[in-house]
């Protein structure tokens, strides 16, 4: 069985031609982590951040363009001031420790969401890692940062709007709408990975994510690994695409 086989095993087995163009990741279980060890929240996501380069390895080991991630959401500002100052320092110090990795593999950084509500260090932050790699031609690797799907769809009918009332010409059409997104110039995600084993898509990507193939693990993010990453591809290889048709068998 596939489920035991080892991380080069895996990745042998992986078709290399049908690898996903786009997955996106849902980050979750950092908390629980912590909780199982009695440790603090932010143990758990300081041991996500490792998870995190696990993960961009292997998409970047096998080829895959593009990866995005769920990094922090609209409603992660509900959680107490100090996990909140805390999670935004460890961007800071990730976004500083992996500049030199990211250049020389080649990894160009974006950002999705509503970054002008991040603290202002943070943006600059983020501007720099921008900056810096954006003529980088290997993996794409967005971070979703106060991101909300919901939040996406209301800020893409402003603009529409707003383009509109101002020039009296445009449309609302699905192509529209897309190029509105925060995600424009990105393709859909073909697999969408969740950890902890939640069955929901907690407000991420709900436009995007119409037609990706859903893998759902139960290990938790700071558990994940380049094999599960690599487990959920040779998974989604053996599915069948149907986009709402019918299927070849």
Known sequence: MTS???????????DRERLPHHIAVIMDGNGRWAQK?????????RAGMRAVRQGVEACRRLGVPYLTLYAFSVENWKRPQAEVDLLMALL??????????MNRYRIRLRVIGRTRELPK????????????????????LSLAL???????????????????????????????I????YTRGLPDPDLLIR?????RLSNFLLWQAAYAELWVTDTLWPDFTRRDLYQAVLDYQKRERRYGGLGLS
């Not at 060890?37 to 996501?45: D, E, F, S």
């Not at 800071?92 to 990795?101: D, G, S, V």
């Not at 897309?178 to 997104?181: N, P, V, Y």
């Open 4 to 14: 035991q086989l080892s991380e080069t095993g895996l990745l042998s087995a992986i």
């Open 37 to 45: 060890r009695r440790l603090p929240r932010i143990a758990g996501h």
């Open 92 to 101: 800071r110090e990730f976004l500083k420790k992996e500049m030199r990795q």
């Open 121 to 140: 260090a943070v943006q600059q932050d983020l501007r720099k890692a921008i900056e810096a790699t954006k003529r980088n031609t290997g993996l794409t």
């Open 146 to 176: 106060n991101y909300g799907a919901r939040a996406e769809i209301v800020d893409a009918l402003r603009k529409l709007v707003r383009k509109l009332k101002r020039s009296g010409k445009g449309e609302v059409s699905e192509r529209a």
């Open 178 to 181: 897309s190029q509105a997104l």
């Open 195 to 199: 950890t902890s084993g939640e069955m």
